[in-house]
């Protein structure tokens, strides 16, 4: 309702003016996939053609440290914060409309740090429609969200000796354990690593010592570089260790 | 409302009628047409540019998919089972027919050994993208039920022959493997909290752990921890580890040195895992005896064998040598695990590694060495007996 408040005076909708101004495709006939694989910004580019074509490390490297940061397909982002609301704030007491009068751009880092993982979950809702114009794995983006969630209550359950890691869960193949596959999160603070058997859906073994935290924490020396050719780890035990 | 369920029921029978005609429409590929793929995909697809491809047709066939024809044939009825196409739900071709196991194995291997896009390997056998993604997953799938038994931990008498093997030919007695790890690297969405995954090289990658024995067999496989995890914290992790910490494995009988010393059961390993009881690494290079630098030539040359089996699993399976575009994490370890059994299954079946194949380079190249300064005083002193032996 809030939205059909603009007289069509000149013809076009509010829509295809404001897709015209930013030089977007018009119409019924929208050809936005083209627009989008012709518009540059720095994830779209090898998304056909990576798996055939060997790429070099180096090259990775400076892609992920591109994409890897919150405010990631800054550009893209722009084009559709343009199109959409994608969470501004108003400051005034008035009702937000559910289109921004003018578009801002949407900054997650401008939230606080504590706030991470829900702003992950938030951009993750937010990205779908972008997302799915370059992989069609709906089911998988669920299954994301999902997991997001998943990790946000486990946090919670895991009390203040966990506070500050992140938490992955992985599906680990050993074939030294009976059934091979174990489904397991991985939590990490810098170069500390804790793996925990995720419960209900593991296979247990060795059950006298898998119990709970195996521990494998890795003090400070771990991923210092000592010398110029080897990067060194400590092995060495300490008290959260069940080994 | 009787008479209308009545209807309805006859409508859902009408139906099923219907369908059944249909299916018995959809034309099977007739068992005398199962070596037609090979034909038609060799004539296809042999002078393909960037290929160079073996004008023998055996020859043609391992170039393409790794694996001789018989050992093919092999593989085939490992999953004929699981993959048989049967209406309804049978995968069919471009032309309406349903698609033979053979096919099926073949556009899956062709998937996993030249890591081709999944359009591409669909192009080369006349299949859609969907069809290929479609086939090679239930293949790893069935694979990873009905080929285990190419990847155990060798019984008794097959680590005698083992630990025989690399006393002849390395010099180093009760040895029982070599064990080493590599990257396999990925592509991740944006959105996705991707950080955990993040190795020490700034790429996206996840760990292969592989111990194999003396003719490059896995025989133990750890996959599916993030790339960034230290080997020496992916040791920990494994059940491997767990076993042999508690005397659970490794545990046979310990033999005497020539100088009397006892010499348990043991792998060796690089300068990235810890030195210990039953993992032996090398001595550090600095002002060392004699005997510890001919050990170190020794354990060098073991160690190569799990070296260059990575080398030749990701050369022969390019699928992980090349960086996979979004791969599914669940579903990642699963197609490394089944590189793994092909990998075996090449050797089981007395097909030659093809070294052409392995890539030319070290199978982590692009990462630093890493060190890990734990020594434990029992591996100590076993590295020291068989230094002196």
């Given at each position: 309702?809030?939205?059909?408040?603009?007289?069509?005076?000149?013809?076009?909708?509010?829509?295809?003016?404001?897709?015209?101004n930013?030089?977007?495709?018009?119409?019924?006939?929208?050809?936005?996939?083209?627009?989008?694989?012709n518009h540059?910004?720095?994830?779209?580019?090898?998304?056909?053609?990576?798996?055939?074509?060997p790429?070099?490390?180096?090259?990775?490297r400076?892609?992920?440290?591109?994409?890897?940061?919150?405010?990631?397909?800054?550009?893209?982002?722009?084009?559709?914060?343009?199109?959409?609301?994608?969470?501004?704030?108003?400051?005034?007491?008035?009702?937000?409309?559910?289109?921004?009068?003018?578009?801002?751009?949407?900054?997650?880092s401008?939230?606080?740090?504590?706030?991470?993982?829900?702003?992950?979950?938030?951009?993750?809702?937010?990205?779908v429609?972008?997302?799915?114009?370059?992989?069609?794995?709906?089911?998988?983006?669920?299954?994301?969200?999902?997991?997001?969630?998943?990790?946000?209550?486990?946090?919670?359950?895991?009390g203040?000796?966990?506070?500050?890691?992140s938490?992955?869960?992985?599906?680990?193949?050993?074939?030294?354990?009976?059934?091979?596959?174990?489904?397991?999160?991985?939590?990490?603070?810098?170069?500390?690593?804790?793996?925990?058997?995720?419960?209900g859906?593991?296979?247990?073994?060795?059950?006298?010592?898998?119990?709970?935290?195996?521990?494998?924490?890795?003090?400070?020396?771990?991923?210092?570089?000592k010398?110029?050719?080897?990067?060194e780890?400590?092995?060495?035990?300490?008290?959260?260790?069940?080994? | 409302?009787?008479p209308h369920?009545?209807?309805?029921?006859?409508?859902?029978?009408?139906?099923?009628?219907?369908?059944?005609?249909?299916?018995?429409?959809?034309?099977?590929?007739?068992?005398?047409s199962?070596?037609?793929w090979?034909?038609?995909?060799?004539?296809?697809?042999?002078?393909?540019?960037?290929?160079?491809?073996?004008?023998?047709?055996?020859?043609?066939?391992?170039?393409?998919?790794?694996?001789?024809?018989?050992?093919?044939?092999?593989?085939?009825?490992?999953?004929?089972?699981?993959?048989?196409?049967?209406?309804?739900?049978?995968?069919?071709?471009?032309e309406g027919?349903?698609?033979?196991?053979?096919?099926?194995?073949?556009?899956?291997?062709?998937?996993?050994?030249?890591?081709?896009?999944?359009?591409?390997v669909?192009?080369?056998?006349?299949?859609?993208?969907?069809?290929?993604s479609?086939?090679?997953?239930?293949?790893?799938?069935?694979?990873?039920?009905?080929?285990?038994?190419?990847?155990?931990?060798?019984?008794?008498?097959?680590?005698?022959?083992i630990?025989?093997?690399?006393?002849?030919s390395?010099?180093?007695?009760?040895?029982?493997?070599?064990?080493?790890?590599?990257?396999?690297?990925?592509?991740?969405?944006?959105?996705?909290?991707?950080?955990?995954?993040c190795?020490?090289?700034?790429?996206?990658?996840?760990?292969?752990?592989?111990?194999?024995?003396?003719?490059?067999?896995?025989?133990?496989?750890?996959?599916?921890?993030?790339?960034?995890?230290?080997?020496?914290?992916?040791?920990?992790?494994?059940?491997?580890?767990?076993?042999?910490d508690s005397?659970d494995?490794?545990?046979?009988?310990?033999?005497?040195?020539?100088?009397?010393?006892?010499?348990?059961?043991?792998?060796?390993?690089?300068?990235?895992?810890?030195?210990?009881?039953?993992?032996?690494?090398?001595?550090?290079?600095?002002?060392?005896?004699?005997?510890?630098?001919?050990?170190?030539?020794?354990?060098?040359?073991?160690r190569?064998?799990?070296?260059?089996?990575?080398?030749?699993?990701?050369?022969?399976?390019?699928?992980?040598?090349?960086?996979m575009?979004?791969?599914?994490?669940?579903?990642?370890?699963?197609?490394?695990?089944?590189?793994?059994?092909?990998?075996?299954?090449?050797?089981?079946?007395?097909?030659?590694?093809?070294?052409?194949?392995?890539?030319?380079?070290?199978?982590?190249?692009?990462?630093?060495?890493?060190?890990?300064?734990?020594?434990?005083?029992?591996?100590?002193?076993?590295?020291?007996?068989?230094?002196?032996?």
């Open positions: 309702m809030l939205c059909s408040a603009p007289a069509q005076k000149s013809g076009l909708n509010w829509l295809d003016r404001l897709r015209f930013k030089g977007i495709p018009t119409g019924d006939d929208l050809d936005l996939d083209s627009f989008l694989a540059p910004n720095p994830t779209s580019s090898d998304s056909s053609h990576s798996i055939s074509e790429t070099r490390p180096s090259k990775i400076t892609l992920s440290s591109e994409i890897s940061a919150a405010d990631a397909r800054p550009r893209l982002s722009s084009v559709l914060a343009d199109l959409l609301n994608m969470g501004g704030r108003l400051s005034s007491g008035k009702k937000c409309p559910r289109k921004q009068t003018n578009p801002k751009f949407f900054v997650a401008s939230l606080s740090n504590s706030n991470a993982g829900i702003v992950d979950c938030a951009q993750k809702d937010d990205n429609p972008a997302t799915n114009s370059f992989s069609n794995d709906t089911a998988k983006l669920q299954e994301e969200r999902v997991d997001c969630c998943d990790v946000e209550e486990e946090k919670e359950n895991d203040n000796e966990l506070r500050g890691f938490k992955s869960e992985v599906t680990v193949i050993d074939t030294s354990c009976p059934g091979w596959k174990v489904e397991k999160f991985v939590l990490r603070k810098n170069n500390v690593w804790k793996v925990r058997e995720r419960k859906k593991s296979k247990s073994f060795t059950k006298k010592k898998n119990k709970g935290t195996l521990g494998f924490v890795n003090h400070n020396s771990a991923g210092v570089k010398e110029p050719k080897f990067v780890y400590q092995f060495g035990s300490n008290k959260e260790e069940s080994l | 409302m009787a369920k009545k209807s309805k029921k006859n409508k859902r029978g009408m139906k099923k009628l219907k369908k059944c005609r249909q299916l018995s429409v959809v034309p099977i590929e007739p068992k005398t199962d070596t037609d090979w034909d038609s995909f060799r004539h296809k697809n042999s002078s393909t540019p960037g290929y160079s491809v073996p004008s023998d047709e055996a020859e043609g066939f391992k170039y393409f998919f790794r694996v001789s024809k018989k050992t093919f044939e092999y593989i085939c009825s490992l999953v004929r089972e699981d993959l048989i196409s049967r209406p309804p739900s049978g995968l069919i071709n471009i027919r349903l698609l033979s196991v053979e096919k099926q194995v073949a556009i899956a291997l062709r998937r996993l050994a030249s890591g081709e896009s999944q359009v591409s669909g192009a080369s056998f006349g299949v859609g993208q969907s069809t290929v479609q086939v090679t997953w239930r293949f790893i799938e069935a694979m990873e039920e009905r080929a285990r038994h190419h990847l155990k931990w060798p019984d008794f008498n097959r680590i005698e022959d630990k025989s093997k690399f006393d002849s390395y010099g180093l007695p009760n040895c029982c493997g070599a064990i080493d790890a590599t990257h396999i690297m990925m592509t991740l969405p944006a959105v996705e909290t991707s950080d955990d995954w190795d020490q090289e700034n790429n996206y990658s996840m760990l292969l752990q592989g111990i194999v024995d003396h003719e490059m067999r896995f025989i133990d496989v750890l996959t599916g921890l993030p790339g960034g995890m230290p080997f020496s914290r992916l040791l920990k992790c494994s059940g491997f580890f767990r076993l042999c005397g494995r490794l545990n046979g009988k310990a033999i005497a040195s020539t100088g009397g010393d006892m010499i348990r059961e043991y792998v060796v390993g690089g300068f990235g895992y810890p030195l210990l009881p039953w993992l032996i690494t090398p001595y550090e290079t600095d002002s060392i005896l004699n005997s510890q630098s001919s050990f170190n030539d020794k354990h060098r040359a073991a190569l064998l799990a070296v260059r089996a990575l080398s030749q699993l990701k050369g022969s399976w390019r699928i992980l040598s090349k960086v575009w979004r791969p599914d994490k669940r579903k990642l370890p699963s197609i490394i695990l089944i590189c793994c059994l092909l990998h075996n299954i090449i050797i089981d079946s007395g097909d030659t590694l093809d070294p052409d194949v392995a890539l030319s380079g070290h199978h982590d190249s692009g990462y630093v060495d890493q060190y890990c300064k734990h020594v434990d005083p029992l591996g100590r002193t076993l590295r020291d007996n068989l230094a002196k032996a």
